[in-house]
């Protein structure tokens, strides 16, 4: 299956760069762009992409308020952010608005591509040891937990003691397979652990899921 992406940047060039690489490739059709966060929201609504390559810094509409707008449309597109710096301060806001992950401007050919793929896909932390630090770091901002102590109880309290560890570990940046051996089971079943907490918490995606536990408190900065 092509995975279709739409690309939004207010820098001509950096379209047209990631456009080159991306057509390249044999199993991804870059299908629009948009020059600003308010076309990027009319252009998913026309084209639903699979995957947004959304910079962040953008006129009329920023990144983040344009990835707010996407989630609540509840369509099946993907947010990949761009940005400059892995620390960005706007990157976790990005995330909290619903991105799937984020990717340095300056990624190869090989990164980008490899980046739409495990987002499309569902996955949705990119390099877990560096979005683990990026959200650790901005955590800390918060200063008291974001989410009320009813929601907690209300959201939180639905997973099984399993559910819960699993949801910690994927907070703290680890894969499925790296979940699988600490907890000394199969994959698929950390998988199905994984589907089943994203339901409950009404979840798009790990990221978001990681997002949850460190403001919800079940992880803590560190």
Same mark, same amino acid.
């Given at each position: 299956?092509?995975?279709?992406?739409?690309?939004?940047?207010?820098?001509?060039?950096?379209?047209?760069?990631?456009?080159?690489?991306?057509?390249?490739?044999?199993?991804?059709?870059?299908?629009?762009?948009?020059?600003?966060?308010?076309?990027?929201?009319?252009?998913?609504?026309?084209?639903?992409?699979?995957?947004?390559?959304?910079?962040?810094?953008?006129?009329?509409?920023?990144?983040?308020?344009?990835?707010?707008?996407?989630?609540?449309?509840?369509?099946?597109?993907?947010?990949?952010?761009?940005?400059?710096?892995?620390?960005?301060?706007?990157?976790?806001?990005?995330?909290?608005?619903?991105?799937?992950?984020?990717?340095?401007?300056?990624?190869?050919?090989?990164?980008?591509?490899?980046?739409?793929?495990?987002?499309?896909?569902?996955?949705?932390?990119?390099?877990?040891?560096?979005?683990?630090?990026?959200?650790?770091?901005?955590?800390?901002?918060?200063?008291?937990?974001?989410?009320?102590?009813?929601?907690?109880?209300?959201?939180?309290? +639905?997973? /099984?003691?399993?559910?819960?560890?699993?949801? *910690? @570990? =994927?907070?703290? %940046? $680890?894969?499925?397979?790296?979940? #699988?051996?600490?907890?000394?089971?199969? +994959?698929? /079943?950390?998988?199905?652990?994984?589907?089943? *907490? @994203? =339901?409950?918490? %009404? $979840?798009?995606?790990?990221?978001? #899921?990681?997002?949850?536990?460190?403001?919800?408190?079940?992880?803590?900065?560190?």
């Amino acid at each position: 299956m092509t995975i279709r992406v739409l690309i939004a940047d207010d820098q001509m060039m950096v379209r047209e760069g990631f456009s080159v690489l991306l057509n390249a490739m044999p199993d991804i059709e870059v299908v629009g762009e948009a020059v600003n966060g308010r076309e990027a929201v009319e252009r998913v609504r026309e084209l639903k992409p699979d995957v947004v390559l959304m910079d962040i810094r953008m006129p009329e509409l920023n990144g983040i308020e344009a990835t707010r707008e996407i989630v609540a449309a509840d369509v099946e597109s993907k947010v990949l952010v761009l940005t400059t710096f892995d620390l960005d301060e706007y990157v976790y806001q990005a995330l909290r608005a619903g991105a799937s992950g984020f990717l340095l401007k300056d990624a190869s050919a090989r990164q980008l591509a490899d980046g739409v793929k495990v987002v499309a896909a569902g996955e949705a932390l990119l390099a877990p040891s560096v979005t683990r630090r990026l959200i650790t770091e901005f955590s800390k901002l918060g200063g008291t937990p974001r989410l009320s102590a009813t929601v907690q109880a209300q959201q939180y309290g +639905e997973l /099984t003691e399993r559910e819960t560890e699993v949801l *910690v @570990l =994927v907070a703290q %940046g $680890l894969s499925n397979s790296e979940i #699988a051996s600490r907890l000394v089971v199969a +994959e698929s /079943t950390i998988k199905t652990h994984v589907s089943r *907490v @994203l =339901v409950k918490l %009404g $979840l798009r995606d790990r990221t978001q #899921a990681a997002v949850f536990a460190y403001e919800a408190r079940l992880v803590t900065p560190g």
